[in-house]
């Protein structure tokens, strides 16, 4: 009975195994296949037209501009912010509700910072639909992501660094700037990462915020969309799946490299750490 | 003095994320409480109410909170023992050298962009329902479900794997060691050992699958129904508000903010009935 | 409740202690220290003086490091510990000036593990000074030559400077790290059971390097090895229970203590 009872609880651990990973191929099998002829030179530098399937250039900008704004911002508040926690703050009441806060802002779903957003920089400050206003609504989204991947990286630098370095009679910004950080970077570097992913794959949010013009933007304060709102408004507006596909297969190439670069760095640099 | 100084600048930094988790509540709240704080519309019609026509004014939201917690749940009954196992198979019975393979890949599928989980659902599951099930339309609560347990299955297997991982060799050799069976011990000794790690990860899908918009909008079908089998065309409430804020103003506005609020504390509720399940598991 | 203590018997201590020669280095007085609730250290008291090795020694968690970390103050880096009493380095109480950074210039500590920064030997050694804000390439290579030398350990890494320093043997690591604590040009240095992680050729060599460098330097040095504390310092304090029981010369320690708890202890008999 006892025999009978493992075989069978065996058998569904490769059949659940099966099944996902099936499917999971079957996902990517299914958009690359779709969507790969329409992939060259011109769809990928190539301007916008309503007409056939269009270049997806001004998407791609877009994405890069978002990224590119939200990082500037998210970064450096996330790290001191990490910094403030793990190396300055005396642990109590305060450090727990920003901790709580962190916690709480990574759980928000991304339909209700688009809606924030939406009422907070689009109206309320007057950004109107625009990449700005969106980098800022996925700022706050990846604050959290920075700030954590930042803490658990300075917790692992031992603590022989910091009293090495103060009892060479360092201050504290000199040991934060000279030891603590050099030896966290990997780590962080591995956030910005993972944050640049979240930010690409980010849809509902940057929907609400930066609209769906689409056409090269002419500045920050310009409406446009990105890789992953095309791509999701040619599914839902024409239903052109190949075209959906095409930009899919863009947004998995750049999900890959992130990736490679995140295992590479975090490797590299743990080698550069003598 | 620069000591301070930057003391301060860190701390400033860190009151961002309470200052924002402030002002996204503040504001959602505010947005969303004012119908009926100010302009007298009742709260329990909104959430039993059966109608949303909002050029009549009428803002019920009853039929998309049922999609809602039926798309939740019925996600979370397929997928969570799909990609617990998975997850198990990966850390305990696969061979080294397919799993090294195969839990990259998972890890890499959780990052991929939620949208191509929803054109995938309605390229192929989509048809497939309306095919095989005789449907009008395959857009439907079936159709959410099934993509939603696939979204979520990577976030689930990435998550409960490195929790099983890291529970220690001992506990294993120590059941194995009296004479337990081998999947015996995987199920009596690591999967309780592991069970923080596996509520967090079934915790992290079920926020991935309730707060997904743009995928669902894609094969949900959108209507304003009570849905009363798997076959209905539904709108949960996160579509809901992406469709319609586009072009609400007003009164219109504030009741998708106060769907937003809706939504909201649903997490809340969910996640706050996860951890008392979590809990109780463990004695 | 301490500091108005300190305070009223600052200008008699002074006074008294002008006219006991160059001798003390250190003046400990009436040390309390507590971490949260719970007291580490009770009333110790003890004169150090200058160009000796002094050795700390007792069992495990009687307080020793705790001890020697107030001297520089690097208890300040953790939360909820309280001190009352006082520590005169050079007739200053220590914990009344607010330059903690300029007492640790002048008090070196050496680590139980040798804990050198995942740099080069070279920006490891440099690593201080450069705080101190020397840029001169010139200034700083003869800083970390002469502090190379100072520990003993110029002529085994002369030609790998720009490697890493975690290359090294744990004994050279150890070596470097008192070189870059030479490297300050302090005036005492603190070692908290310095070769507990060697083996004992390396911990052979630094005990040589130890009587050297007494020329030089006040040194205080917690060990856990009696022939160790016997072979190089000159005076040693046993310490029970956060008390100091007995502080003599070293060879009267060992030969023939006051305290029974020091006899048990020395011959092996408990701790
Ligand atoms: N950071 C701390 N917080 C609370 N208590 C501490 C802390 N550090 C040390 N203690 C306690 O203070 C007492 C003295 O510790 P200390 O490290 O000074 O002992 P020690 O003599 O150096 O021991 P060992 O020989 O093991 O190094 C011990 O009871 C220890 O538990
Ligand atoms: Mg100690």
């Known amino acids: 009975m006892r025999k009978f009872k493992d075989h069978l609880l065996r058998g569904c651990l490769w059949a659940s195994a099966f099944l996902t990973v099936a499917v999971l191929i079957i996902i990517v099998g299914y958009i690359f296949y779709k969507g790969f002829r329409l992939i ?190 095309h791509s999701f408004l040619v599914t839902q507006e024409s239903g052109d799946i190949e075209l959906a596909a095409a930009v899919g297969i863009v947004l998995i190439v750049i999900i890959l490299i992130l990736n490679f670069l995140a295992t590479f760095i975090s490797k590299r640099l743990n080698k550069a750490d003598y | 003095m620069l000591e301070k100084l930057s003391g301060r600048v860190f701390l400033f930094c860190a009151l961002l994320s309470v200052i924002s988790l402030l002002l996204i509540v503040g504001f959602v709240f505010y947005k969303g409480s004012h119908p009926f704080v100010a302009e007298g519309y009742s709260f329990l019609d909104f959430i039993f109410g059966m109608d949303w026509v909002p050029s009549e004014d009428k ?186 804020m586009g072009y609400a103003f007003g009164t219109h506005q504030e009741m998708l903010f106060a769907t937003g609020i809706v939504l909201f504390s649903f997490i809340l509720l969910l996640n706050f009935v996860l951890a008392k399940i979590g809990s109780k598991g463990g004695k | 409740m301490g ?55 007792g069992p495990s968690g009687c307080g020793k490091s705790t001890f020697l970390r107030s001297l520089n103050r690097m208890n300040d880096l953790i939360d909820g510990v309280k001190i009352t009493g006082d520590i005169m380095i050079d007739n200053e109480n220590i914990y009344e000036t607010n330059d903690v950074i300029k007492l640790r210039t002048k008090v070196g500590m050496v680590f139980q593990k040798p804990n050198l920064f995942p740099m080069s030997i070279y920006d490891n050694v440099a690593y201080g000074p450069r705080m101190q804000g020397i840029k001169s390439k010139k200034e700083l290579n003869e800083i970390v030559e002469e502090s190379l030398r100072g520990a003993a350990i110029w002529d085994e890494v002369k030609d790998r400077l720009k490697t890493s320093a975690l290359g090294l043997s744990g004994g050279q690591q150890q070596r470097v790290c008192i070189a870059r604590a030479i490297a300050m040009k302090p005036e005492i240095i603190l070692m908290d059971e310095p070769t507990s992680a060697l083996d004992p050729i390396s911990t052979l060599k630094v005990e040589e390097l130890i009587a050297n460098m007494k020329k030089d330097y006040t040194i205080v040095i917690v060990t856990h090895n009696m022939q160790q504390a016997a072979r190089v310092s000159d005076k040693t304090a046993f310490f029970l229970n956060g008390e100091i029981i007995e502080y003599d010369e070293t060879n009267n320690i060992f030969s023939m203590p006051k305290d029974q708890r020091t006899e048990d202890y020395v011959t092996g008999r408990f701790g």
């Open chain 1, 40 to 229: 060259d030179f011109n769809f990928i530098f190539g301007d916008y037209s309503p007409v056939g399937h269009g270049g997806i250039w001004p998407m791609i900008v877009t994405t890069l501009y978002t990224i590119f704004i939200s990082l500037i911002i998210a970064t450096p508040i996330g790290i001191l912010a990490a910094v403030y926690l793990q190396e300055y703050a005396k642990q109590g009441r305060l450090v727990r509700l920003i901790r709580y806060a962190t916690e709480s802002l990574t759980g928000i779903p991304s339909i209700i910072y688009g809606l924030f957003g939406a009422v907070f920089f689009v109206t309320t400050l007057k950004f109107g639909m625009s990449i700005i206003a969106a980098s800022l609504t996925l700022t706050i989204i990846v604050l959290p992501v920075i700030i954590r991947t930042t803490e658990e990286a300075l917790k692992t630098v031992p603590q022989s660094y910091r009293e090495g370095s103060l009892a060479l009679g360092t201050t504290k910004l000199q040991t934060l700037y000279k030891v603590i950080l050099p030896s966290a970077m990997p780590g962080i570097l591995s956030g910005i990462i993972l944050s640049i992913g979240r930010i690409v794959g980010e849809s509902a949010a940057i929907f609400l915020t930066a609209g769906t013009v689409a056409a090269m933007p002419d500045g920050i304060f310009s409406s446009a969309r990105t890789l992953t709102v």
């Open chain 2, 59 to 244: 803002f019920g939201i009853f039929p998309m909170i049922v999609a809602s917690l039926f798309a939740t749940m019925g996600a979370l009954i397929l997928g969570v023992p799909v990609g617990l196992f998975t997850a198990i198979f990966l850390a305990e019975i696969a061979p080294k050298r397919v799993a090294k393979i195969i839990s990259p890949a998972v890890q890499l599928l959780a990052g991929i962009p939620s949208v191509l989980y929803g054109v995938f659902g309605l390229a192929i599951i989509v048809p497939f329902l309306q095919n095989n099930l005789g449907l009008v339309k395959g857009q439907s609560l079936l159709a959410v479900i099934l993509v939603l347990a696939i979204m979520m299955l990577p976030t689930i297997v990435t998550v409960a794997e490195t929790a099983i991982r890291a529970v220690p060799k001992m506990y294993r050799e120590g059941s194995l060691a009296l004479g337990a069976s081998p999947i015996g011990t995987i199920f009596k000794v690591v999967v309780p050992a592991a069970k923080s790690g596996i509520m967090a990860a079934i915790v992290l899908g079920l926020g991935r699958a309730i707060g997904e918009t743009m995928a669902v909008i894609l094969v949900a079908g959108n209507s304003l129904i009570l849905p009363t089998s798997l076959t209905d065309s539904v709108r949960p409430l996160t579509t809901n508000i992406a469709l319609e």
């Open chain 3, 3 to 57: 500091t108005t203590v300190i305070e009223r018997k600052d200008g008699v201590r002074k006074s008294q202690m002008k006219q006991q020669s160059g001798g003390t280095k250190i003046n400990v007085k009436d040390l309390d220290l507590f971490y949260g609730d719970k007291q580490a250290l009770y009333k110790v008291a003890l004169d150090i003086h200058e160009k000796e090795v002094t050795a700390l020694i």
